[in-house]
């Protein structure tokens, strides 16, 4: 997604110089230029390009949203409808003149894989991607898809809705109706819907992906296996399913299942990881698998402190991958296959889009690969 750079009005008031780099003015009008070649921008990556504090961006994004120039949304900000419309952008020659809408629930974490994912898919495709994010809030889910669809801009939608808690069965009900295309992206409904269309989905198939890392321990000769769940997370049912399918064809106790979150952020998170070694300790369990990278390495942070040798004591396993090989040791972990999920949902997209009800309707799972790395075999196995 392009746009053209337009210094036609000033974007910030002079203010002293933050990060001893740029002025309020300068740092203002480079967010607005990295908006407009991409459509979108995350908080943590604007920090290191202009080599100021995160909560310095977030004030200048805020500054700039007060001003109608962009939208503030999780993580980051996108352009405004009102900017997105402005000049209709061209295609190459040839090429299919579909334009997708695109909503995912944060720029931050995860997410800006897929995005680029579908970027590339769509680049290749001669397609052009629209890019909303919302804050993993049905409400506003729904005010970034009635935006593009009041547009009148796109013609197909890949959406990241907020399926959890009472409420998902009338949110998928409404997504069904939508006037375009819609496919569901790491985001999946029952296998019948109560929709004019059974909806698609492409998403990452976790349950195998928990299922690998469980395997993987047990070949290394781990017998009694833990499980940390993310509290929360749309990706915790299906890490459950996977676990309880690999303990019950290998035979492993199932039994040690905790849900909590414990990452660095969250509060009463030591208390909550030393109840978990002690249960460790009580039933002789070897090896934890921990969704997600944050709570596994404040996991392995807590353990070094206690003088537990990681993988020696206990072995670790992650689940993401997004900052996996940062910690110490460098993690065992297991990759969503996330650009993989954002290419096929704009090729599923945009067959949909040139074949209509002529194509059967697709639910895609793509499979995950286990990234090993020191922390889950014990030094005496390589020897």
């Not at 967010?31 to 290191?48: F, K």
């Not at 409400?139 to 399926?163: F, H, M, N, Y």
């Not at 998403?203 to 047990?218: I, K, N, Q």
């Amino acid at each position: 997604m392009r746009f053209v750079q337009s210094r036609t009005h000033r974007i910030g008031e002079g203010e002293p110089m933050a990060g001893d780099r740029l002025f309020a003015l300068q740092r203002r009008e480079r967010i607005m230029d990295e908006l407009r070649r991409h459509g979108a921008v995350r908080v943590r990556e604007l920090a290191q390009i202009l080599e100021v504090s995160e909560l310095t961006v977030r004030r200048d994004i805020g500054a700039l949203a007060g001003r109608g120039l962009l939208t503030k949304v999780h993580g980051g900000a996108t352009l405004p409808t009102e900017t997105d419309s402005a000049p209709q952008r061209r295609t190459r020659p040839g090429s299919t003149p579909f334009t997708i809408g695109m909503v995912v629930p944060s720029l931050d974490y995860y997410w800006p894989a897929i995005v680029t994912g579908a970027r590339a898919a769509a680049v290749a495709l001669g397609v052009q991607i629209q890019l909303r994010g919302s804050s993993y809030d049905r409400a506003e889910d729904r005010r970034q898809i009635s935006r593009l669809i009041e547009a009148k801009q796109v013609q197909g939608l890949l959406l990241a809705p907020s399926l959890e808690t009472d409420g998902a069965d009338e949110m998928i009900d409404w997504i069904g109706k939508l006037p375009v295309p819609t496919i569901l992206v790491e985001r999946q409904t029952s296998p019948w819907t109560p929709t004019p269309r059974q909806l698609e989905w492409v998403r990452s198939d976790h349950a195998l992906g928990l299922e690998t890392a469980v395997r993987h321990l047990h070949e290394h000769g781990h017998r009694r296996i833990g499980l940390v769940l993310a509290n929360g997370s749309p990706t915790s049912a299906h890490l459950a399913q996977g676990w309880l399918r690999a303990c019950a064809e290998l035979d492993l106790p199932g039994e040690f299942v905790v849900r909590e979150s414990v990452a660095l952020d969250i509060p009463g998170h030591r208390q909550i990881i030393e109840e978990i070694l002690r249960r460790c300790r009580r039933s002789r369990t070897t090896a934890l698998i921990v969704h997600s990278d944050q709570d596994a390495m404040s996991v392995a942070q807590y353990a070094a402190e206690q003088g537990i040798a990681i993988p020696d004591d206990m072995a670790l396993v992650s689940y993401d991958d997004e900052v996996a090989r940062l910690a110490e040791p460098a993690m065992t972990a297991v990759r969503p296959p996330k650009s993989r999920v954002g290419r096929v949902a704009v090729e599923m997209m945009v067959s949909r889009l040139m074949e209509g009800k002529r194509r059967p309707a697709q639910r895609v799972l793509v499979l995950p690969e286990l990234i090993i790395r020191n922390s889950s075999i014990r030094t005496w196995e390589g020897r």
